[in-house]
């Protein structure tokens, strides 16, 4: 087919003028008729001016269906859907109308709990491990600093507490302080200034250390004259002593006697923490022991420095100079080797070297150059607490600065009171204590943990919140340090699983002995949960689910009861029959001890007897082969021909239940259960050394004179209780 230059000229025209009259808008229905009529036939005629007829077509069919566009506002959905459905769309129409009021509400506000707020960050991990120092007269802005927490959010905490917020530079009272970062839940450290008060001399704070039976108290004793070591049970320290020594020369000393049994190590650890002077004693007949190294450490952690004082110089064996050359080994700088360390050579049985060993305290005293705060509020140390049936909860602390008056409000740890009475340590009530002075303190809510500060407050509203907001972060702590615990735990059993899965031995499964403390004083508690916790094995777990001071009671009984414990009292009366009658109903043993040794030994020896223990193959008895007999023709009914083996036991004896193992030339050639044992034609079940006997090994039958049976016996191997010198236990497994 040829191009016509006038034959596409001529349908294009015909062409436009139709798209002209199909766009226009009076276009009729006859009209659009035609025009549907018409565009087949134009590109019919189109199509044969060109080669490509296919492409022409389509070209030509968009031309002719072409419309032109419509003209539009330039607007959104939303806005073109305001004339139709605006619901249709998910849109919300504010109904036109007047608002409603609000009803007052007339009655009272309802009181609610404190509830902490939100803090607006993310607190960090490492807040709860964090401590920072807080003083009298510190502004919002340094503490929020301190604490690392926006202003807004001190300033809201201060708002929850009742405290009115002016400025970010208003001074806050210490205890608001400790309040506001307790809440933020950081760990504080108060610091007292002397700054305007009166600050005088005070008697020097000396606790006597050492290791067990060394003469610590004997030695305190003669300085008195007094006779507390008869009194202890055992003859040895089981309690810490604080109590004012009247000298020679007419100055006085605060002495604190500690328990030297390897039992009560947190003891020497609390009466190092509050000590001026550190006396080391140490035997002149014994040496170095390993709670004089403890001893040792314990002083030097707490920066505090030593006098030693070498006892038992009256005895024939004493060696004074070879504990000497002992000490110097151990790090001490003694005076007679060109160090500041004083030694004295006593004897607390002849009362010699006494005056040289308070020429060298008060020496050492005046050096240090020892003052403290008389006015103000006084802060105090709990060396011990106990539970008295008619005063109730009572603390043996010592004031390290302040006068401490009765009728104060006071919070000890997490505990909060007012003091009703102070007494001194021989019993006589006084008003006030100052520096240096221990005294009983009666008026607690409850009983504080040995250890802790006493703080003075100045309401009772201050002191609940204070002891509100410690319990609370005590509480968080502690949950927090047994979520680590159960994650530590379950990593390490992960690891142990991955470990030994190629292993077909299994291991002994770990029984738990649970075991209720009730001890005199709060220390003796902690003394002996640590040193019971300390015999905790690889197949018994000690799991002490309650410590508590005083007497046994009932509640006690109905709480071993729920838990299948027993209980362990140390130095209490012995319960009321009528404890003792509920606990034999009940079938839960109460153990009562008055020596820490008795006390360790007994609850060793139980520890060993519930472990499970782990089964161990053991040779029992060897025999050797002398002759070999055989049996032939014997009826199908009894099986086969069997051979003897004539044996003589050489060692220990055969059993016939036993495993048996043959040896040839030493190397094992067959393991195997007996079939049969005897001896001078009779069935025995056991031969022992030195006999003769006859054996057959089931399913062996190739012996050889000259080889060995040895008998194989499963023993169940039990843990040993194991018991130093020094007083240390441990469980060996």
């Known amino acids: 087919m040829k191009w016509s230059r006038a034959g596409t000229f001529t349908c294009l025209t015909k062409a436009l003028a139709v798209r002209s009259r199909y766009t226009s808008a009076s276009v009729s229905k006859s009209n659009l008729e035609e025009v549907q009529r018409t565009i087949p036939v134009l590109v019919g005629q189109i199509q044969g001016c060109f080669l490509n007829a296919a492409q022409w077509k389509s070209n030509c069919t968009n031309l002719l269906t072409y419309r032109t566009p419509i003209r539009c506002f330039h607007a959104s959905p939303e806005t073109l859907a305001w004339k139709k459905e605006p619901e249709a769309l998910g849109l919300k129409i504010q109904k036109k109308g007047k608002f409603k009021k609000r009803t007052k509400d007339s009655s009272p506000p309802v009181e609610a709990p404190y509830v902490p707020p939100k803090l607006k960050r993310a607190a960090s991990s490492s807040l709860s491990d964090r401590t920072v120092e807080i003083f009298e007269g510190m502004t919002i802005v340094e503490l929020a600093k301190r604490c690392g927490v926006p202003i807004p959010v001190v300033q809201d905490i201060l708002k929850n507490v009742g405290e009115k917020v002016d400025s970010e530079y208003d001074p806050l009272s210490i205890d608001i302080s400790e309040l506001v970062a307790m809440e933020i839940g950081v760990n504080v450290r108060r610091l007292h200034s002397n700054e305007g008060a009166e600050v005088l001399p005070r008697p020097p704070v000396v606790t006597v250390m050492g290791h067990v039976d060394h003469g610590k108290t004997s030695l305190l004793d003669a300085l008195r004259l007094t006779s507390v070591a008869a009194k202890e049970a055992g003859g040895i320290t089981q309690h810490l002593g604080a109590f004012v020594v009247g000298m020679s020369s007419g100055a006085s000393i605060t002495f604190l006697d500690t328990p030297g049994h390897a039992a009560f190590s947190a003891m020497r650890q609390r009466g190092a923490a509050v000590t ?32 030693v004082a070498v006892n038992k110089c009256d005895k024939p064996a004493a060696n004074p100079e070879k504990v000497k050359i002992q000490l110097a080994t ?5 005076e007679e080797m060109g160090g500041d360390i004083q030694v004295v050579e006593v004897s607390a049985v002849t009362k010699t070297g006494l005056d040289k060993l308070e020429e060298a305290l008060l020496l050492q005293a005046e050096m240090m150059d020892l003052k403290s705060r008389v006015d103000g509020p006084a802060q105090a140390y709990v060396v011990e607490a106990r539970v008295d049936r008619g005063r109730g909860p009572l603390a043996t602390a010592i004031v390290k600065a302040g006068t401490l008056v009765c009728g104060q409000h ?7 009171g007012k003091i009703r009475a102070i007494r001194d340590m021989l019993g006589k009530s006084t008003d006030r204590a100052r520096p240096a002075m221990p005294v009983e303190i009666e008026g607690l809510k409850g009983l504080p943990m040995a250890g802790d500060d006493i703080i003075v407050v100045h309401s009772e509203e201050r002191a609940r919140m204070l002891s509100a907001g410690r319990k609370k972060k005590f509480e968080k702590d502690r949950l927090g340090r047994k979520m680590d615990a159960e994650k530590l735990g379950a990593l390490l059993s992960e690891s142990n699983l991955e470990d030994e899965e190629g292993e077909v031995e299994e291991k002994p499964k770990r029984v738990e002995m649970t075991i209720i403390v009730k001890a005199d004083v709060q220390g003796t508690v ?7 916790k300390s015999l905790d094995s690889p197949q018994v777990f000690v799991n002490i689910v309650h410590g508590g001071v005083g007497p046994i009671s009932e509640s006690d009984v109905d709480l071993a009861q729920a838990c299948g414990a027993f209980i362990v009292g ?3 009366p012995t319960p009321p029959g009528s404890i003792n009658q509920a606990a034999n109903k009940a079938g839960i043993k109460i153990k009562i001890h008055r020596v820490i040794y008795h006390l360790l030994e007994d609850i060793g020896n139980s520890i060993v007897e519930k472990a499970p223990g782990t089964f ?7 025999a050797q082969i002398l002759s070999i007999f055989e049996l032939k023709g014997r009826s199908k009914a009894k ?12 060692d220990g004896r055969l059993i016939r239940s036993s495993t048996m193992r043959l040896l040839r030339s030493g190397e094992v050639v067959f393991e195997g259960s007996c079939a049969s044992l005897k001896r001078e034609k009779q069935d025995v079940e056991a031969v022992g050394k030195g006999n003769e006997c006859g054996l057959v090994i089931q399913n062996w039958d190739d012996f050889k004179v000259g080889d060995v049976i040895q008998c194989l016996e499963q023993v169940n191997r039990k843990p040993k209780f194991i018991s ?9 497994c």
Do not use: Y
């Open 276 to 307: 001026d002077i550190v006396v080391l004693v140490v035997a002149a007949d014994d040496g170095v022991m390993p709670q004089t190294l403890e001893a040792m450490s314990h002083a030097k952690a707490a920066d505090v420095p030593i006098v």
């Open 330 to 334: 151990e790090g001490l700088a003694l």
């Open 410 to 416: 006071v919070v000890v740890g997490a505990e909060w």
């Open 526 to 532: 902690q003394a002996v949960t640590d040193a019971l």
């Open 570 to 572: 140390f130095s209490i």
């Open 616 to 622: 161990e193959t053991q040779v029992s008895g060897e």
């Open 639 to 650: 099986g086969d021909d069997v051979k003897i083996a004539g044996c003589r036991v050489i």
């Open 724 to 732: 130093s010198q020094s007083g240390a236990v441990r469980i060996e």
